[in-house]
T-cell receptor
Framework: GAGVSQSPRYKVAKRGQDVALRCDPI?????LFWYQQALGQGPEFLTY????????KSGLPSDRFFAERPEGSVSTLKIQRTQQEDSAVYLC???????????????FGEGSRLTVL | AQSVTQLGSHVSVSEGALVLLRCNYS??????LFWYVQYPNQGLQLLLK??????LVKGINGFEAEFKKSETSFHLTKPSAHMSDAAEYFC????????????FGAGTILRVKS
């Protein structure tokens, strides 16, 4: 596709449910990032992939959060046993460059808005 | 650790007036600096970036920003606001010692009055 595609755009989950958020990056982009944006705040880094390798997961808030990118393209962010504090917009971004080349532009998707009741 | 402070969560200007959105950063090494814009229901879009070349950086839609090391600032300006500039603006910093990931400020919502 022309841009980064995320699905679902909106997800409502009951507390304790598991959710999966999908990111389809721009074709050929090596790097893929996940960010979490709480209401009224800026995006906060969750995790980073270079191709299929997860090189940095320092931002994942707990072991309930898990991300994968098995074939180096589509990525899934999974949240187990969701809690109310997980409510946020989850942003995916991709880039042509690896982590060492930050001067490459990050292209962001529109985000997946998760509401946990 | 790197951090970004955006002064003013909301800024309101009249159409045709100067836009000034403030950003101060903290970084232990020479940083890369970015401004992103987010229109309603859209993804973040890069406006401009500073990567240690010219200190005055020109971006899209008539925006520019100046890197001032002595003031640790990277304020965003536009000489004349347009209604279409209404959006949320995020300043971000990055550097090799944090793996070059982006650290964002809290954002500033720009309102343009007719």
């Amino acid at each position: 596709g022309a841009g980064v595609s995320q699905s679902p755009r909106y997800k409502v989950a009951k507390r304790g449910q598991d959710v999966a958020l999908r990111c389809d990056p721009i074709s050929g982009h090596v790097s893929l990032f996940w960010y979490q944006q709480a209401l009224g705040q800026g995006p906060e880094f969750l995790t980073y992939f270079q191709n299929e390798a997860q090189l940095d997961k320092s931002g994942l808030p707990s072991d309930r959060f898990f991300a994968e990118r098995p074939e180096g393209s589509v990525s899934t962010l999974k949240i187990q046993r969701t809690q109310q504090e997980d409510s946020a917009v989850y942003l995916c971004a991709s880039s042509t460059r690896g982590l060492a080349g930050v001067t490459g532009e990050l292209f962001f998707g529109e985000g997946s808005r998760l509401t946990v009741l | 650790a790197q951090s970004v402070t955006q002064l003013g969560s909301h800024v309101s200007v009249s159409e045709g007036a100067l836009v000034l959105l403030r950003c101060n950063y903290s970084s232990s090494v020479p940083p890369y600096l970015f401004w992103y814009v987010q229109y309603p229901n859209q993804g973040l879009q890069l406006l401009l970036k500073y990567t240690s070349a010219a200190t005055l950086v020109k971006g899209i839609n008539g925006f520019e920003a100046e890197f001032k090391k002595s003031e640790t600032s990277f304020h965003l300006t536009k000489p004349s606001a347009h209604m279409s500039d209404a959006a949320e603006y995020f300043c971000a910093v990055s550097s090799p010692d944090i793996g070059n990931k982006l650290v964002f400020g809290a954002g500033t919502i720009l309102r343009v009055k007719s």
